[in-house]
């Protein structure tokens, strides 16, 4: 008892004092310590709710964690997320991004109208408009907050600080491109390295004045939040902004067929040359606003919009030789050091050659003269081969049947396909050191922790000096030793010790997506984390009295398979994949999995669909559901409270099993009752 008086007085006061520092932080605007110290008092303060499960009987502090502002911009949430685009780089790519969003609609015979919109190579930024008057632009930043530039943006005169209108929504967020034309830039240029990086330098300008004097520009593109909505269609939108004084680009189009898109693509490619800005592809977008918001967003970009980039830009040389690399899933993928070439502005040493069958294909040799092309931002990758040209020194490449840690690799076979793997495989895990490297790259990445000043580059960097070997070791570095590194300042190294500490705080959907289960993506994490719900739960499979059990009940989830299932079997059969990960945990508050919409229409249901519908797909269906606080299953079970039988074809044995269980079933029509509710 005396105990427990203890540890709740000591709590009280270390939430007093927070509560202090968030009312001079967010509500006075003088904070009295700095961020670290913050984080630090928070942190205590969430590791003893964690430890003493009745501190949090009243309320916990686990949901008011803020983001911390830049060291030059305050941060401020978007009003919706500005989520990045998925890419096509050819026809086939555009095929099966049209096809997905037919599947997804329930719409395989009718036709989908476009949008088709310039790809600017600028800078993305939103205007928002409250009854007219422009009280906020922001950066693009992590596509959930992003910095104040207002004052920045003001400076580019075409952009309308006030909308005279008679029917101007109450709010309304525009999001637009900045950028510098190519004609301005060459009177700037010796300051910055090409137009993009002028126009982002200009905009985080911490005066307003120094970004005035640089000739920014900007079109608008897109809609973000709007109260009310008044807006049926995309190119509506567009053109209604236009009267309203918003510079849009002129070469948008709609595209009412798949022939058309390939025509204008290859169109406005022949165009760009003589354009004054810089475009590399072509945004299309369902029209249909209303399609847009059924489709809505995968976690990291929209359903309904995709950016085709132009054709590749491609070289020819010389391969030097033939190396491995192995990435954070044991896959050995061959590359190809090439002698150095100039391909679409940028030198490239190295070209991917994919896995071992690509090579016998292609007969790819060292000495021998190639053709390759990089596409986007990815890694350039031999296309062919110029046979005419290979002299007697070309030798073929023996593929090694060994890992670079010495141990032998394999090709699995597929569960789905059963056939064999193309990529050979590693599958020590984390006792490959080169796996375990890999996967520290991984783990600080953008997706997961998102530990800004912790990139690729400072990994290999620590890994070398052994200042890293686990993930755990980030919470324990010796910044002692790093201090005296070359390029490591105070303030360098104090932005890394927040950024770190920030890491701390992550949710579990986050978590399982870091640890780097194969075939456990950032979709698959998110159906794992509402099963699971807490790290305590999640941390069961680390156990094999119960891991069997648990795996056999992961078969119910909808999107969760026999691969995925296979995969988690795998990982937590290694003993040091388990040790790794739990002294991982044991550094971090990890946040419970919420649900959605705790109030929404199927709250705290396990609902299961069976045979097709008339108006939705499946997908969309099961979309509904999650985004109303619902689970959707894969199996009949007694978990299961409602099975939704469509009019298409539904599975018999479902519907039988499900009356055995006293199962409540609807069929479409009640379904679409309730939705219409």
């Known amino acids: 008892m005396k105990d427990k008086i203890k540890i709740l007085n000591q709590y009280k006061k270390k939430t007093k004092e927070l509560n202090l520092h968030n009312e001079l932080y967010f509500n006075q605007d003088n904070p009295k310590i700095s961020d670290s110290d913050y984080d630090k008092l928070k942190i205590s303060v969430l590791n003893l709710e964690k430890k003493y499960p009745f501190l949090r009987e009243k309320g916990s502090f686990e949901k008011k964690i803020g983001a911390t502002p830049s060291n030059k911009f305050e941060k401020i949430r978007h009003l919706r997320p500005m989520l990045s685009l998925s890419n096509a780089f050819n026809q086939e790519d555009m095929k099966d991004f049209i096809k997905k969003i037919k599947n997804f609609l329930n719409l395989k015979n009718q036709n989908i109208n476009l949008i088709s919109e310039p790809k600017i190579d600028g800078i993305s930024a939103t205007l928002i408009y409250e009854n007219g008057i422009l009280i906020k632009g922001l950066s693009r930043g992590d596509g959930v907050f992003g910095e104040d530039i207002l004052e920045n943006l003001k400076t580019i005169k075409e952009i309308p600080q006030k909308i005279t209108s008679s029917n101007i929504p109450k709010i309304i967020e525009i999001r637009c491109e900045v950028y510098i034309g190519k004609k301005d830039f060459l009177k700037i240029g010796n300051k910055f390295a090409n137009p993009r990086n002028a126009a982002g330098g200009s905009l985080r300008q911490k005066n307003s004045l120094e970004t005035s004097k640089i000739p920014l520009k900007y079109f608008a593109y897109g809609l973000g939040a709007i109260e009310p909505m008044i807006f049926s269609k995309q190119s509506e939108f567009l053109k209604e902004i236009v009267k309203w004084g918003f510079a849009t680009n002129p070469l948008s189009k709609n595209i009412e067929s798949f022939e058309e898109v390939e025509i204008h693509h290859k169109k406005i490619d022949s165009l760009r040359s003589s354009l004054d800005y810089d475009i590399d592809g072509l945004v299309f977008k369902v029209d249909d606003l209303n399609l847009q918001k059924r489709l809505g967003n995968t976690s990291s970009s929209p359903r309904w919009a995709i950016a085709y980039k132009f054709s590749s830009e491609k070289a020819t040389t010389k391969i030097k030789d033939i190396i491995i690399q192995v990435g954070r899933t044991g896959a050995i993928t061959p590359v190809a050091k090439v002698e150095p070439v100039n391909v679409g502005g940028v030198v490239v040493s190295n070209a991917t050659l994919h896995n071992e069958d690509e090579i016998k294909r292609k007969d790819i040799r060292i000495g021998d003269t190639i053709q390759i092309q990089r596409a986007g931002d990815v890694i350039p990758q031999v296309i062919s081969v110029e046979t005419n040209k290979r002299g007697n020194e070309s030798k073929k490449y023996k ?200 109030d929404g229409k199927f709250s705290n249901k396990k609902i299961m669909f069976t045979g097709g519908f008339k108006n939705m797909s499946r ?35 479902k519907i039988d099993q499900a009356k055995k269980l006293n199962i409540k079933i609807i069929i479409e029509d009640e379904w679409n009752r309730i939705l219409n509710s």
Do not use: M
């Not at 990529?423 to 006792?431: A, E």
């Open 619 to 653: 997908s969309e269906a099961k979309t509904i559901v999650e985004e109303n606080g619902g689970k959707v299953l894969g199996n009949i079970s007694k978990k299961l409270d409602i099975l939704v039988v469509g009019d298409s074809k539904p599975t018999k044995k």
């Open 399 to 598: 593929f090694p049947s060994k890992c670079l840690c010495g141990a032998l690799t394999k090709k699995e076979i597929s569960k789905t396909t059963k056939k064999e793997d193309a990529v050979r495989r590693c599958i020590k895990g984390y006792d490959c050191k080169f796996i375990a490297r890999e996967k520290l790259k991984h783990l600080v990445s953008k997706e997961a922790f998102n530990i800004d000043g912790l990139g690729k580059k400072v990994i290999d960097q620590f890994w070398d000096l052994k200042l890293i070997r686990e993930p755990s070791d980030i919470f324990k570095l010796d910044f002692n030793k790093i201090e005296k590194l070359d390029g490591w300042g105070a303030l360098s190294i104090s932005n890394l010790k927040k950024a770190i500490l920030k890491s701390q705080l992550i949710n579990l959907d986050k978590f399982i997506f870091s640890i780097g289960i194969r075939h456990i993506g950032q979709e698959n994490a998110k159906i794992l984390a509402s099963f699971f719900r807490s790290i305590k739960e999640f941390t069961k499979l680390f156990d094999s009295k119960f891991r069997k059990k648990i795996l056999l009940n992961l078969v119910e989830l909808d999107g969760i398979g026999e691969t995925q299932i296979q995969s988690l079997e795998n990982f937590f059969l290694n003993n040091t994949n388990v040790r790794i990960t739990k002294e991982l945990a044991q550094k971090l508050h990890i946040k419970n999995y919420d649900i959605q919409n705790k």
